[in-house]
Each structure stands twice: as C-alpha cells, then as structure tokens.
C-alpha cells in the first residue's frame, strides 16, 4: 500500500476520511489556507516523489472555489514530482454544459476538462456523469463509475408489492432503463417541457402507474422542480407511492422545502456532495466503498468495469 497515498479537498472531508477507513490508510497530510481577498494557498506537507497520488474533491458547490482548489493542489503535487496524479471526483460540475444548445455559449465541460489535463491530472475517477460522452472530451482514462450499484439492493429491500421504474424526462430514458433491465421492471416516463432553466412543467405520463409503486430515477436533483412536479403527476394518475433515486444531491434554492412538502415519499442519494441539511425524507447511501474498491482496483491494475457486472 506504501506505492499510493491519498489526499483530500475540503470539499467532502467525510468521504475521504471514509475512503481512507476502507482502504485501512491514513489521509495525507496537506494545509489548505485562503489568504484574506480569498485566494486559495496550498502545501503538501509529506513526500509525495514517485507516489501514485489520488485526490478526493468534488467540484460541487461552491464550484468555482472546489475547483480552483483541485486544481491547485495538483499543480503542488505534480511540482513535488509525484508519479501519477488521479483526481477521484465523485461529482464533476460543469457537466450539464455539454453541448451547444444555444448560440454564443460555451461547452464548460470541455473547459473543465481541458483544465484537468493542462494542470496535471493523470486520471479522472467519477461518478455518473450527467452526459456520459463527457469522458471523450478527455484525452486521459476516465473512470465512469455508474451510481445504479449503489440503489439497487437498496430498492431490491424495500420489497415493493408492485413496482416500476420511471424516468423524469425523456432525457434520462437510458439511465431508467438501464435499472429496468437490471431489476427486470417495466418502465415509465415523465414528459414534461422546460419553460426555463431550473422550472419544469410536467405534461404527460407515457405508461401505466395505477396502483405501482414508482421509483423515479435521475443522475442528479438540484432545485427538485422535476422530481417533484413528475411525482405529483404520478400520484395524480394512480401511482401508490414514489421514491426518487439520484446520485448526485445537489439540492439549490427551494429543494429542501420541495421535498419536505411534496408528494416524494423518500429520496434517496448518494454522498458525493454532502448535504446542507438534514430532512426526515432524505437517505444517503455512502459512496465510500465503491471508490475504495476502484482506487484499490486501479493501484493494482485489476479490471474496474467488473465490479458491475451485477
């Protein structure tokens, strides 16, 4: 185990110390200060020459300053000559600007990628890429890791009398069916239209809900506009409950008071992003053993995508 070591952002603490505990390691050391107009400094405070080196650091909010700080920190490390350089981020931000949908605006997550390589990124370890094509706009591997391994035992558990999976939008049909498939459930969809960014307005249920127990599945929730206004719709067309599964909480703005007041029954996510709150209808599901396992997997050059086979 002395051939890698393992730092952490300040962006999620907790899962590192967690990633760390399963891998039965210690964190590296590193001070990570801000000067007072905010800039961030950074010292590594151990050896790193000839160290496979794995930094845990989400971009989620706030992005800018997560990011920056990613970025730093590689530059220290990668002057400090460390062999390799894979940065493990379990929520890569920017993702939702993939493409051009619009004239005169950018491809942010080509931007972001860009800027990982040019740093000094070796690797790149996530999870559940809001656009899976995302991983070509690297010219590096990228280890996708696919956020289903996480929920379904979690569903299997629940022992649903009538189950079906659902997609909030005709954007996630490829997620939904890839948990259909793997739970040998049918599957439903939301369609709804987007006035704007960040409001939906749900217009039709393409599929048979009445009396089903729905399991709404996403990639991520941010404001919860979606999650919430399909899962009113499904009740409203005879669903018996609704539980979302989304890896990535991103939870902006109302979210919380949405989920708390609306007809989601339970959600569940994962703890890529920590949570600003608790709320009585929120389970997090940890995200630890699965990138312990791929960073154990990656040191010893074993195969990544066997782990889901399931």
């Known amino acids: 185990m002395s051939n890698y070591m393992i730092f952490s952002g300040t962006a999620n603490p907790t899962l590192s110390q967690e990633v760390a505990d399963y891998l039965d390691m210690p964190l590296s050391s590193a001070t990570i200060n801000r000067f007072s107009d905010g800039e961030i400094n950074i010292q590594i405070a151990e050896s790193v020459r000839g160290k496979d080196v794995y930094i845990i650091q989400p971009t989620s909010a706030p992005a800018n300053a997560n990011l920056m700080e990613l970025l730093i920190m590689v530059d220290a490390l990668k002057r400090s000559s460390a062999k390799s350089i894979t940065a493990v981020v379990p929520y890569y931000g920017y993702a939702r600007q993939d493409r051009k949908a619009a004239p005169r605006v950018p491809i942010s997550a080509k931007l972001v990628a860009d ?21 070509g706009f690297f010219n590096i591997p990228v280890d996708n890791l696919y956020g289903a391994s996480l929920f379904i035992d979690y569903i299997k558990s629940k022992n649903f009398a009538n189950p079906v999976i659902a997609s909030p939008d005709i954007g996630g049909v490829a997620r939904a069916r890839y948990f259909a498939e793997r739970l040998g459930l049918d599957m439903v969809i939301v369609d709804k239209r987007r006035q704007k960014a960040n409001e939906a307005e749900v217009m039709n249920i393409i599929g048979e809900v009445e009396g089903k127990d729905v399991i709404l599945i996403d990639d991520m929730i941010d404001t919860a506009g979606t999650m919430v206004k399909g899962a009113k719709a499904l009740k409203t067309k005879g669903a018996t409950s609704v539980m979302a599964c989304c890896t990535h909480p991103v939870l902006s703005g109302p979210a919380y008071d949405r989920i708390e007041n609306g007809d989601i029954d339970e959600l569940i996510v994962s703890n890529t992003i920590p ?36």
């Open 115 to 135: 800027m990982f390589e040019v740093a000094g990124i070796t690797r790149v370890v996530t999870i559940d890429l809001h656009a899976s094509q995302i991983q």
């Open 275 to 310: 949570l600003s709150k608790e709320s009585s209808k929120i389970k997090v599901l940890s995200t630890a053993p699965l990138l312990g396992e791929v960073i154990r997997r990656i040191n010893n050059n074993e195969s990544v995508n066997s782990l889901f086979n399931f």
